[in-house]
């Protein structure tokens, strides 16, 4: 086991960063590239990253693993999800560049340095604070059906409540689409809620094991967690078409909660325009028979922002 | 019934603000005020508020209701804490001043416009996002003994799940400061948990409508409700001294739940300083036998920052 620093480069905005990083060769295997800190005010991930480190040098038996809990300390410790240096979102500046901003070498010391060394990647990710998901494992379509089909697999060996296939309109400069160009798995855990509670790490860090169970490269049972009083696993996903948006500005006030199953026509909430008290309440009903993967929960909406994301088995 | 709007002068910083007020007079009885958006990422408040208004012109029965949803509409947009026009919090700038920033303007107007129709107020909070709490009505000590056994009886007439008395040093400028000087009660509502959730949304109603009840605003029977799988009451209080805070900077990483009751020594949570990975985990123990009312559950912590608000039972 080895623990080093990823040094990103000085730049014209910004003095270079140590980006700490641990990494264990066990020999023939997978190589997995576990990264946290992509955004900044998601802190599931650091912490999560911090637990695996605590347990994994001992009980890996195989392959070669590479933790980075921060890709993006700035962000982390502003507990925001753009980089307050430059204002950019390092999830959409890959592959990077050496010459840009920070989030822009960022990017590139992670492309050129990290990315070469891994086969697979789980960038751990939380939905941020202004929305409630369940735990959830993501993938955004891959083009080529072999690699999708291998990542649909990778993603259902966490086990977790949800397995989405997201269909997403920007995807450019995404870590996970310089991964896939590259015929990587890249797989994302999202977890929701805004809070950092010691039941929700529980689980998150029992979907990591159970994907590391799968990949072979630690030992051990793999079993759902516990979810609200559930232990159950299913795969959906959701189009751009299933993005419930706001007709207006105003405060959401959720009337369902995730993995509810609603039928067309069903309240999903209710929203609230505070300039005005004699302005009723505009009521959301659902457009479909749908699954409710996330709804909006904190945060003033405007026009056309989202409210919900709805969801539906995974066709295969 | 009656709509209308609470105007703040224009100032140098800012133009003119119509707060949006709802006000009601069904004769002799309690005069209560109704306050939500003091703080702007606290929604919780402003969406009850206005689920108020959908059912109150219906029930009340006697006395006078006066709403005003967001209090704070510019941080409530912004869903800041502070006023974003001059980074005041509102909370801390009461009576305020006429010819002051707009945050003090804010508070002058309620001073002097709302506060002098009213006996009572219920100021509805929430902890902001970055803490978990139960649902609670808390109220700072009243150096007057029987308003301060007013108040506390008032308080225990939300029946949620906690009613807290907080030691607090800094209440200079709060608007439970200016109302108690004038020999009112004001008490606080306060939900954790950083999203705004259907369940939670409905607890906090309940509790505001149980109070209406105890204040024989409303017809009806008062019953807590459910938090937890569990409908209890309890009435605690927490010292300046039970403020458990960080001895680094970190990422805390929460290893109990609140209403959790815990034993001199037991394990709090964990922080994780982020700048090595060699760095072991800063274990955070209870120092008393306590109950957590409080746990941190985002953002990055300075040193010193609180990281759990302890907690024990009222003594009287």
Redo the contacts between chains.
């Keep these: 086991m080895s ?1 080093g620093y990823l040094v990103v480069p000085e730049g014209a905005d910004y003095e270079a960063l140590s980006l ?3 990494s264990q060769n066990k020999g023939d295997g997978p190589r997995l590239l576990i990264t946290g800190g992509n955004h900044g ?1 998601e ?1 599931e991930g ?2 999560v990253a ?2 695996l ?2 347990w994994l040098p001992e009980a890996q038996i195989c392959g070669m693993v590479t933790i980075v ?2 890709l993006n ?1 700035l962000a ?4 925001t999800r753009n980089t307050p240096v430059d204002g950019k979102n390092l999830n959409r500046e890959f592959p990077g560049r050496a010459d840009g901003s920070v989030s822009e070498r960022i990017a590139d010391a992670i492309t050129r340095v990290l990315l070469p060394i891994a086969d697979t990647i789980f960038d751990l990710h939380s939905f941020g ?4 998901i369940p735990p959830s494992v993501i993938l955004h379509p891959i083009a080529d059906a072999n690699l999708m089909a291998k990542a649909v697999r990778m993603a259902e060996g966490f086990k977790l409540p949800v397995t989405l296939v997201w269909e997403h309109n920007e995807t450019a400069g995404m870590f996970d689409t310089v991964a896939h160009n590259q015929g990587k798995v890249l797989l994302c855990t999202e977890f ?8 929700d ?1 529980a689980i998150y860090e029992a979907g990591v094991r159970n994907a590391l169970i799968a990949l072979g490269l630690v030992d051990g049972k793999a079993e759902p967690p516990i979810f609200r009083q559930k232990k159950s696993s299913r795969t959906l996903e959701t189009l751009t078409s299933d993005e419930l948006r706001s007709p207006a500005r105003g ?7 995730v993995l509810e199953e609603v039928k067309q026509g069903d309240l999903i ?1 209710v929203l ?1 325009s ?5 302005a009723g ?1 505009i009521e959301i009903y659902s457009p479909t028979s749908s699954i409710i993967y996330g709804i909006r ?4 909406v405007e026009t056309n922002g989202e409210l919900a994301y709805l969801a539906r088995s995974l066709k295969r």
Aim: charged share 20%.
């Design positions: 623990t700490p990083v641990l005010n802190l650091p912490l911090r637990r480190i605590d809990p921060e300390p982390v410790q502003a507990w604070p202004k929305w409630d929701g809620g805004g809070t950092v509670g010691a039941n790490l405060i959401f006030e959720p009337r369902c909660s909430g609230r505070m300039e005005s008290l004699s309440p929960s904190g945060g003033y």
